[in-house]
């Protein structure tokens, strides 16, 4: 009896190690990223870290960001400009950071593998900061 609850264990043990690397399971590589202003219909520009244009609208709009450069351990990080005539503009950071499922999932699941070979390739394992980004425009000196 203790040998068939043995199995029952490794069947279950195997099973779960193939949910090592959590982040890459139940993440995305991309995230919604809720871009408002007050006052709305700001004129706003998204850029990578690298400088280039990644995307422009007017608020309010949801943009799709990449979590990752697809590079090892390449996370994205972002600056966002509001630019509205008769305010002055104001520019944030986006920021990726490891989010829990990275951390506790590949701890709990003991994926080693998920750590170091998979999640570091996939954007999965970084949540961008803020989800939504809602800046108040201060009106421009006279």
Known sequence: ?????MKKFF???????????????????????????????????????????????????????AKSDGSYFGKKNYQITFIK????PVTLPIKASANGWYIGGNIVFGGLIGWLAVDPFNGGMYTLHPKAVSPTLAPEAK
């Open 11 to 65: 069947a279950l043990a195997l099973c779960l190690s193939t949910l090592s690397g959590c982040a890459t399971i139940v993440g995305n590589d991309t995230q919604l990223v809720q871009v408002n202003s007050d006052p709305e219909g700001s004129q706003f520009q998204i850029k990578d870290d690298s400088g280039s244009l990644i995307s422009q609208g007017i608020t309010p709009q949801g943009v799709t960001l």
């Open 85 to 88: 005539e008769g305010y002055s």
């Open 1 to 5: 009896m203790e040998i068939f609850s």
